[in-house]
């Protein structure tokens, strides 16, 4: 028996219908003016080499900034090239209204030399080198100019700006899993979030960036979808499942992103720059691995390091990111582990925001107050997951957060989201839209003192005594 088409097949059949109605019209045409009709070749065409289509040359691409351990005087940047080149620098200049800040005798730009990472045999046949820059010594609060290359092939001049060495108002983006074909939809997303928010001081992304974590095309969609943004825009990335392969982080992670590298030792050695604490404008943002999850020594790591970097943290807010979701939203999932180690820390703390992904689908909440007897959500942590690609799992019904004395507020499946999130003194507002670019969650965190409160501000996703709404209208699944 033949099955219904998939919604590819679906699509490849209305393609070939246009293909074919547009052979039709030719014949007509043709036999007017009485010639003879040729036989249309309806074979689609073959992909295009996939080794020439992603190869790296002498010259930059894949250019992503990354935050570091003082935002407000340095600046990481990496980037890709082909391994022939061995003289990888960078150049950085104080922000110009015209073009001579880079030109002969009056030029004001610096040049610092990169380091560059050992080769990597990509899979599709070809060798590519990662390098970095650390620019230091700059001034907070500043606009520059900077380029890559290796003092013959150059990036463009791209800008950033440092950190306010002071609490000052800021946004910030975060995403769930874009994993996969990034290229063809989570590039809408990226982009529709920059229009958003083009300002925004930096990108999370939690985990599950790319689908094969050593397929190089796959990288190559992941930086195509975002384009230039990532050279503007700090890139904070924590690694998912998918970021492993063969029970092995990545070398393309620890290549591609410059992270401060302050976590725990141990973890660093088994997964370099996966886990990490940086800070900017009052925020603390912390970066864990759960990959490790069933490590009880890395974990017990993890959670130590944690708690230090919560307790020290200079800052009014906290916000924290991984992958694996300490309340599950799909399937029978259930993170023991995750939520052993670091949700009494979270709570300890009151961090305000966690985010996470791997269950591509949307909820948002927090412990309830039933211990203490009152009705709600608590005034504590904000647990997110969240997805910016396009494979789409259904959700469960919340199960694993009820199990867990938690309660979701809002939540969504089968829909692309990315949030954007104003951090402005004693307030965070936070949004979640859709990849339409329509508002689909909002709340806001307001903090004086000690005194902490989360009013939604998306009053149709607000606590419900009869639980969440239940949203499905849209039946397409992703098959892979
Ligand atoms: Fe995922
Ligand atoms: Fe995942």
């Given at each position: 028996m033949v099955g219904a088409p998939t919604p590819n097949e679906r699509l490849d059949m209305k393609t070939r219908n246009v293909r074919m109605i547009g052979a039709g019209a030719l014949v007509l045409a043709l036999a007017g003016v009485g010639a003879t009709a040729v036989a249309q070749d309806t074979t689609p065409p073959p992909r295009y080499d996939r080794a020439l289509e992603w190869a790296p040359t002498p010259v930059p691409d894949r250019i992503v900034l990354n935050t570091t351990e003082n935002n407000a005087t340095s600046q990481a940047v990496t980037w890709r090239t082909s391994?022939?080149?061995?003289?990888a620098q960078a150049q950085i200049a104080k922000m110009?209204?015209?073009?001579?800040?880079?030109?002969?005798?009056q030029s004001k730009y610096e040049t610092v030399t990169a380091t560059s990472n050992a080769p990597i045999a990509a899979n599709l046949g070809y060798t590519a080198k990662f390098h970095s820059v650390t620019f230091k010594d700059l001034d907070p609060k500043t606009a520059y100019l900077y380029r890559v290359g290796d003092g013959t092939n150059w990036s463009e001049w791209q800008e950033f700006t440092t950190a306010s060495d002071k609490a000052e108002p800021f946004s910030f983006i975060y995403y769930g899993d874009s994993q996969n074909d990034v290229k063809d939809h989570a590039s809408r997303v990226f982009r529709r979030a920059f229009r958003d928010r083009?300002?925004?001081k930096m990108i999370i992304h939690a985990g599950?960036?790319?689908?094969?974590?050593?397929?190089?095309h796959e990288w190559g969609w992941w930086n195509y979808a975002s384009g230039w943004i990532n050279g503007n825009i700090n890139t904070m990335a924590v690694p998912g499942n998918?970021?492993?392969?063969s029970g092995k982080l990545t070398p393309v992670w620890s290549h591609q992103f410059e992270n401060p590298?302050?976590?725990?030792a141990a973890v660093d050695a088994v997964a370099p720059e996966s886990v990490y604490f940086t800070d900017y404008q009052g925020v603390r943002f912390i970066g864990l691995n759960?990959?490790?999850?069933?490590d009880k020594v890395a974990m017990q790591e993890q959670a130590d390091f944690l708690d230090k970097a919560l307790a020290e943290n200079p800052g009014k807010w906290s916000v924290v990111t991984f992958h694996?979701?300490?309340?599950?939203?799909?399937?029978?999932?259930?993170h023991q582990n995750v939520r052993d180690f670091f949700l009494p820390i979270f709570e300890k703390h009151q961090v305000d925001l966690v985010l996470q992904g791997h269950d591509h689908n949307y909820a948002r909440g927090g412990l309830t107050n039933a211990n203490i007897g009152?009705?709600?959500?608590?005034?504590g942590t904000v647990y997110v997951v969240s997805v910016s690609g396009p494979k789409m799992y259904q959700l469960n019904d919340g199960f694993n957060w009820r199990r867990n004395g938690a309660e979701q507020v809002a939540r969504t499946e089968y829909k692309q989201l990315y949030q954007l999130i104003d951090v402005d003194g004693n307030e965070i507002r936070y949004e979640a839209r859709t990849a339409d670019g329509k508002l689909f969650d909002g709340f806001t965190i307001t903090k004086n003192g000690k005194n902490k409160k989360v009013t939604n501000?998306?009053?149709?996703f607000g606590p419900s005594k009869k639980g969440p709404k239940f949203e499905s209208e849209i039946e397409y699944k992703y098959q892979d």
């Open positions: 391994a022939e080149v061995t003289t110009d209204a015209g073009p001579y800040f880079a030109y002969g005798g083009p300002d925004a599950d960036l790319v689908n094969t974590a050593n397929r190089d998918h970021e492993y392969q590298k302050n976590g725990p759960t990959n490790l999850q069933n694996h979701p300490v309340f599950a939203t799909a399937s029978s999932r259930n009152k009705s709600g959500i608590s005034n501000s998306a009053e149709a």
